[in-house]
């Protein structure tokens, strides 16, 4: 009996896992928060763009994403394009009718199952990028965790040597500078409710999770080490009044007093764009990057799934590109699958899409009716789950493993880290992309393909399934190396493929055997080989 709309409907959105799923919607929610209005206005673009795209990616793109674990929003990585594009177009109206482009464009790259490239990604590349994801975490959030928030929370982007970051308000520090003056200006007060929140984190699954009545081991880590800082603030604030935890070390929630006043808040796009050219060059721009990082976000948190779920690649385009498509009309900045959030949800215990959408719809609640509650939570709480994160992501044992298999899998995974670390990610996954491709061509090379049999005055040669380019100096060295007078049996009934370039060299070899006293017998070669059978003089 065939499953109806239904019954598939009831089975992608099971509710099984409520007790695990609605915890991990809260820590993903309490993070997204603060990422999705940091990543707005290091975009340059209204903070209230952030918290719809935030919206839209938890609700739209978690409903038609087939993903379990994955969490959309706004992104990190596209920071530099978002405001790159902005300041081009000289206009957010003009920047959304982009948006709304690159959408469109994204779904076509689903439907013609362009998401398949994804699945050509080295695992050691991925692994590569999710620990260097980590290792930012940890060197972006510490400031955070020390009470030194002078840059915004949600700037992902590694800063290796000085750069201009004036027009974003973060001064002129690399990221290394930046971590110098938060040791140097530690606010104590600050740091020991980040403390707090971090020592929860690293005792709560080991031991005080196990000394929980059975009802309440549900309940995430996470969550625990936010609400227990949040209610450290109170003491501290009593005894410090106005002077450790101002505005700029809490989470700041504009506040939406009614859905008329959200809808004239919002940012509509400027249709006339449609005319513009370089509208049309952003969007495309917008489309691709945002894709590959979909594409890549997916793929490493498909392989840190326990359960060892597969997503469907090309389907997620088409649910980042309806999301998208939305998030231009309504005012928001691009949405992709972000690895971080997604991370947060796999650590916090999340089992289904529903995480991601309960945080959308938790997003949506709270900017109508707890902006007040949600505003008193300290940064620095934050930063200790996101750095408890990055260390997951980044821990030694990933490092350790991937030395024990081999020079093969090390170099191109630690070269991937560094990469990224002193670039960005797409640049990074493509350098460590590149790297682990010389690896496996140079592995292919090594790789045995032509098997000699001896008997007397017969040599029988058979060759292994796939032949290219890479194996002709073997197969010419092979071949060159027999003795005259002999005959010879070319026997190609493993072949599955064989370059051009070998059939040509193989043809030339057969055709000249007669000068080298040599017989040839073809077996089982395409039909580009069959030549008349040689005698031997």
């Known amino acids: 009996m065939p499953t109806t709309p239904l019954k598939a409907f009831t089975r992608e959105f099971t509710f099984k896992h409520l007790s695990s799923d609605i915890p991990a ?4 929610f309490l993070v997204a928060i603060p990422l999705c209005l940091g990543i707005a206005h290091a975009s340059g673009t209204p903070l209230l763009s952030g918290l719809i795209s935030g919206i839209i990616g938890g609700i739209v793109v978690g409903i038609m994403s087939k993903s379990p674990l994955s969490v959309s929003g706004p992104a990190a990585g596209l920071t530099a394009i978002v405001a790159a594009g902005v300041m081009e177009l000289r206009s957010f109206e003009l920047f959304l009718v982009a948006v709304v482009l690159s959408g469109v464009v994204q779904i076509i790259l689903g439907l013609i199952k362009a998401g398949v490239i994804g699945s050509y990604i080295p695992n050691t ?7 260097a994801i980590g290792l930012i975490l940890i060197l972006k959030q510490t400031p955070h965790l020390l009470g030194y928030d002078k840059e915004a929370e949600g700037v992902e982007k590694f800063a290796p040597i000085a750069q201009d970051l004036e027009a974003k308000g973060h001064g002129h520090e690399n990221t290394f500078e930046l971590l110098l003056e938060a040791l140097q200006n530690i606010n104590w007060e600050i740091f020991a409710v980040g403390l707090l929140s971090l020592v929860i984190l690293l005792l709560w699954d080991k031991v005080m999770l196990k000394r929980l009545p059975a009802g309440l081991k549900i ?7 936010v609400v227990a800082g949040t209610l450290a603030v109170i003491p501290i604030e009593k005894m410090f009044p106005g002077q450790a935890f101002t505005i700029s070390h809490m989470v700041h929630l504009p506040a939406i007093g009614s859905l008329g006043e959200f809808f004239q808040q919002i940012t509509l796009p400027n249709w006339s764009g449609l005319s513009n050219p370089a509208v049309y060059k952003v969007a495309i721009t917008i489309a691709f990057v945002a894709s590959l990082e979909s594409l890549l976000s997916i793929e490493a948190i498909d392989k840190l799934d326990p359960h060892r779920r597969k997503t469907p690649l090309s389907r997620e385009l088409m649910a980042q590109g309806s999301g998208n498509i939305l998030c231009g009309l309504f005012g928001g900045i691009p949405v992709t699958s972000v690895i971080v959030r997604s991370s947060v949800n796999l650590v916090a215990g999340g089992q289904t899409k529903l995480v991601t959408i309960m945080h959308g719809c938790m997003i949506v609640i709270a900017l109508a009716f707890f902006s ?9 709480s934050l930063a200790a789950v996101l750095i408890m994160t990055g260390f997951k992501l980044a821990h030694p044992k990933v490092f350790a493993e991937k030395f024990k298999l081999g020079w093969s899998q090390f170099i191109p995974f630690v070269l991937t880290v560094l990469a990224i670390l002193f670039s960005d990610l797409l640049i990074g996954v493509l350098i460590g992309f590149v790297i682990s491709g010389g690896f496996i061509l140079h592995n292919h090379y090594k790789a045995r393909v032509i098997f000699i049999k001896d008997q007397e005055n017969r040599k029988e040669i058979s060759f292994g399934p796939n032949l290219t380019f890479l194996n002709q100096v073997q197969i010419m060295d092979a071949l060159q190396g027999l003795p005259e007078k002999t005959h010879i049996v070319l026997d190609g009934n493993n072949i599955e493929y064989i370059d051009a370039d070998i059939i040509e060299y193989l043809q030339e070899f057969v055709m000249t055997a007669t000068d080298r006293n040599q017989a040839i017998e073809l077996q089982g070669f395409p039909s580009l080989l069959k030549t008349p059978v040689l005698s031997a003089h």
């Open 25 to 28: 919607a809260l820590a993903v």
């Open 125 to 131: 590349v991925i692994k590569g990028m999710l620990a």
């Open 219 to 225: 309940i995430p880590g996470s969550l625990v080490a």
């Open 372 to 380: 007040g509650i949600i505003n008193q939570i300290p940064l620095t």
